[in-house]
């Protein structure tokens, strides 16, 4: 990298706040899928302050700027090239006190999402997104991607547990967004905006979060069905039961075993069906309640859809039945080399998609393995794939791109998205014509002429945008 722009960096974030080792650039310089990229050199501001000055540094010097957090994303949104300064914000990572009358609570964009949750706890409340990778995971990072997660039906994604944030645009300039206001009815939702934009239009550098308090009681149903009809049954019934869903998460036997043979988790369950449905769901104080809902537990289990049921009322109970499901991602990392497709369709259609889209892996006949899993009740299936018969990684990635290609136009019919939660990055660029619009693209192309001319932020990521200059 230019040297007279290093030792500028250098003046504003310190000499050791400057990385230039090829195995700091690379880790930077790449999130979980391992994409391959390497940054050209990496910065850890500590201040908004700071983020300011590197910006309008980055500006004058016409240096890309890849904002890199917790990297743990999936889709590759911040692969980095060797032109590229990585940009972590991980040292800002102040946490105000809880307001808890209105409450929210301040935070910097390098706090980690469990450190925001273990923060808020000693009030009594929540930020209500939850995700495997929370540890690692930073808020920047789960704004700038809109974070979903394991209770999105119930609380929805990232971007509803907001009420301000601070960014800085490319020159520079810090902005305000919002205030922490309820209500703002003033025009365009700048907020929103910045929300889910991957690093693409300005860099959130803090942030208001919104909080609730958690469920007093929940409880934990982990079933075992025979087959995609059982599950959506069960599914039905569940949304017409006398209780709040907080969670209804699926996956494949398949990925059970993975989970059991990788990590050495065990699963009570005797008897196997194909799939496996994981209920989360919010209990009242009242006897009553406790009542009705084992009724229609007992209900459920006459019913002949079930092959083996249990309930999970301790926590530690329940986090061993989470530990099930949110260890498939690790198992199968830990496994080789993985390709992963996070989908979204309605959810009344998500098992005839998942019927139809097992029937095309079946029809194309490829050697690599299919993992099914994700969030059924939001009609949100991970497909993920395994190069378990160690094929090079050319082969592995040419026989899951025949498998893409027609995967592709078969969610179109279903009216999906390409990407659910994990954004799109590198990975799913080519694919977002098949989730917007014409009209939709070229008001992406707009906006981003109107925040970034020079095309500086996250160069590649989600369109290829046409910059002028
Ligand atoms: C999950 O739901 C995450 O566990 C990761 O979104 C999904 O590894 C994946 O494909
Ligand atoms: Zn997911």
Not at 76 to 87: E, H, P, V
Not at 141 to 160: C, E, F, K, P, W
Not at 325 to 332: A, C, K
Request: charged share 25%; aromatic share 8%; proline share 4%.
């Amino acid at each position: 990298m230019n040297p007279e722009f290093l030792e500028k960096l250098r003046a504003i974030v310190g000499p050791s706040h400057v990385l230039i080792s090829e195995e700091e650039r690379l880790q930077y310089g790449r999130d979980w899928t391992r994409t391959p990229g390497i940054s050209g050199a990496v910065a850890l501001p500590k201040s908004t302050q700071e983020v300011s000055a590197v910006l309008k540094l980055c500006s004058d010097f016409k240096i890309p700027v890849i904002p890199s957090g917790g990297r743990t994303g999936l889709a590759g949104a911040i692969t980095a090239t060797d032109r590229d300064l990585a940009l972590n914000l991980s040292r800002l990572n102040r946490i105000d006190p809880v307001d808890t009358l209105g409450r929210t609570v301040r935070v910097q964009a390098g706090v980690t999402t469990q450190a925001l949750h273990e923060h808020c706890e000693k009030e009594g409340l929540t930020w209500p997104i939850d995700l495997a990778a929370k540890g690692t995971s930073e808020i920047g990072g789960n704004l700038s991607t809109n974070a979903g997660g394991v209770r999105v039906i119930r609380y929805g994604m990232a971007r509803r547990w907001v009420s301000a944030i601070q960014a800085v645009l490319v020159s520079g300039e810090v902005i305000e967004l919002n205030q922490g206001l309820e209500k703002n009815n003033t025009g365009y939702d700048l907020l929103q905006l910045l929300i889910g934009s991957e690093g693409t239009l300005a860099v959130i550098t803090e942030a208001t979060l919104k909080l609730c308090p958690p469920p007093i009681h929940s409880r934990v149903f982990l079933f075992s069905i025979r087959d995609y009809e059982s599950l959506n049954y069960v599914y039905e019934k569940v949304r017409s039961a006398p209780f709040t869903l907080t969670s209804f998460e699926f996956f494949s036997d398949k990925c059970l075993k993975q989970v059991e043979s990788k990590l050495g988790r065990k699963c009570k369950l005797e008897k196997r069906g194909a799939l496996l449905a994981l209920i989360d769901v919010e209990v009242g104080p009242y006897s009553q309640e406790k009542d009705k809902m084992d009724q229609w537990l007992s209900d459920l289990l006459d019913s002949g859809r079930i092959e083996d049921g249990l309930a999970a009322d301790s926590s530690s109970d329940q986090t061993e039945a989470w530990g099930l499901r949110e260890g498939i991602t690790e198992s199968l990392q830990v496994s080789g080399l993985v390709r992963k497709y996070d989908l979204c369709v309605p959810v009344k259609l998500c098992a005839d998609f998942l019927k139809e889209a097992e029937a095309l892996y079946s029809k194309i006949q490829i050697q690599s393995e299919l993992f099914v899993f994700g969030h059924y009740g939001d009609g949100s299936p991970h497909l993920n794939f395994l190069n378990s018969k160690g094929l090079s990684p050319e082969e592995f990635h040419s026989e899951i791109n025949r498998f893409e290609k027609a995967l592709y136009p078969l969610l179109k019919t279903f009216h999906g998205s390409v990407s659910a939660e994990h954004g799109v990055g590198v990975l799913k660029k080519n694919w977002v014509v098949y989730s917007r619009t014409p009209a939709e693209l070229s008001l992406y192309q707009a906006i981003k002429r109107a925040f970034d001319p020079n095309g500086l932020l996250n160069p590649g990521k989600i369109i290829d945008f046409s910059i002028s200059s």
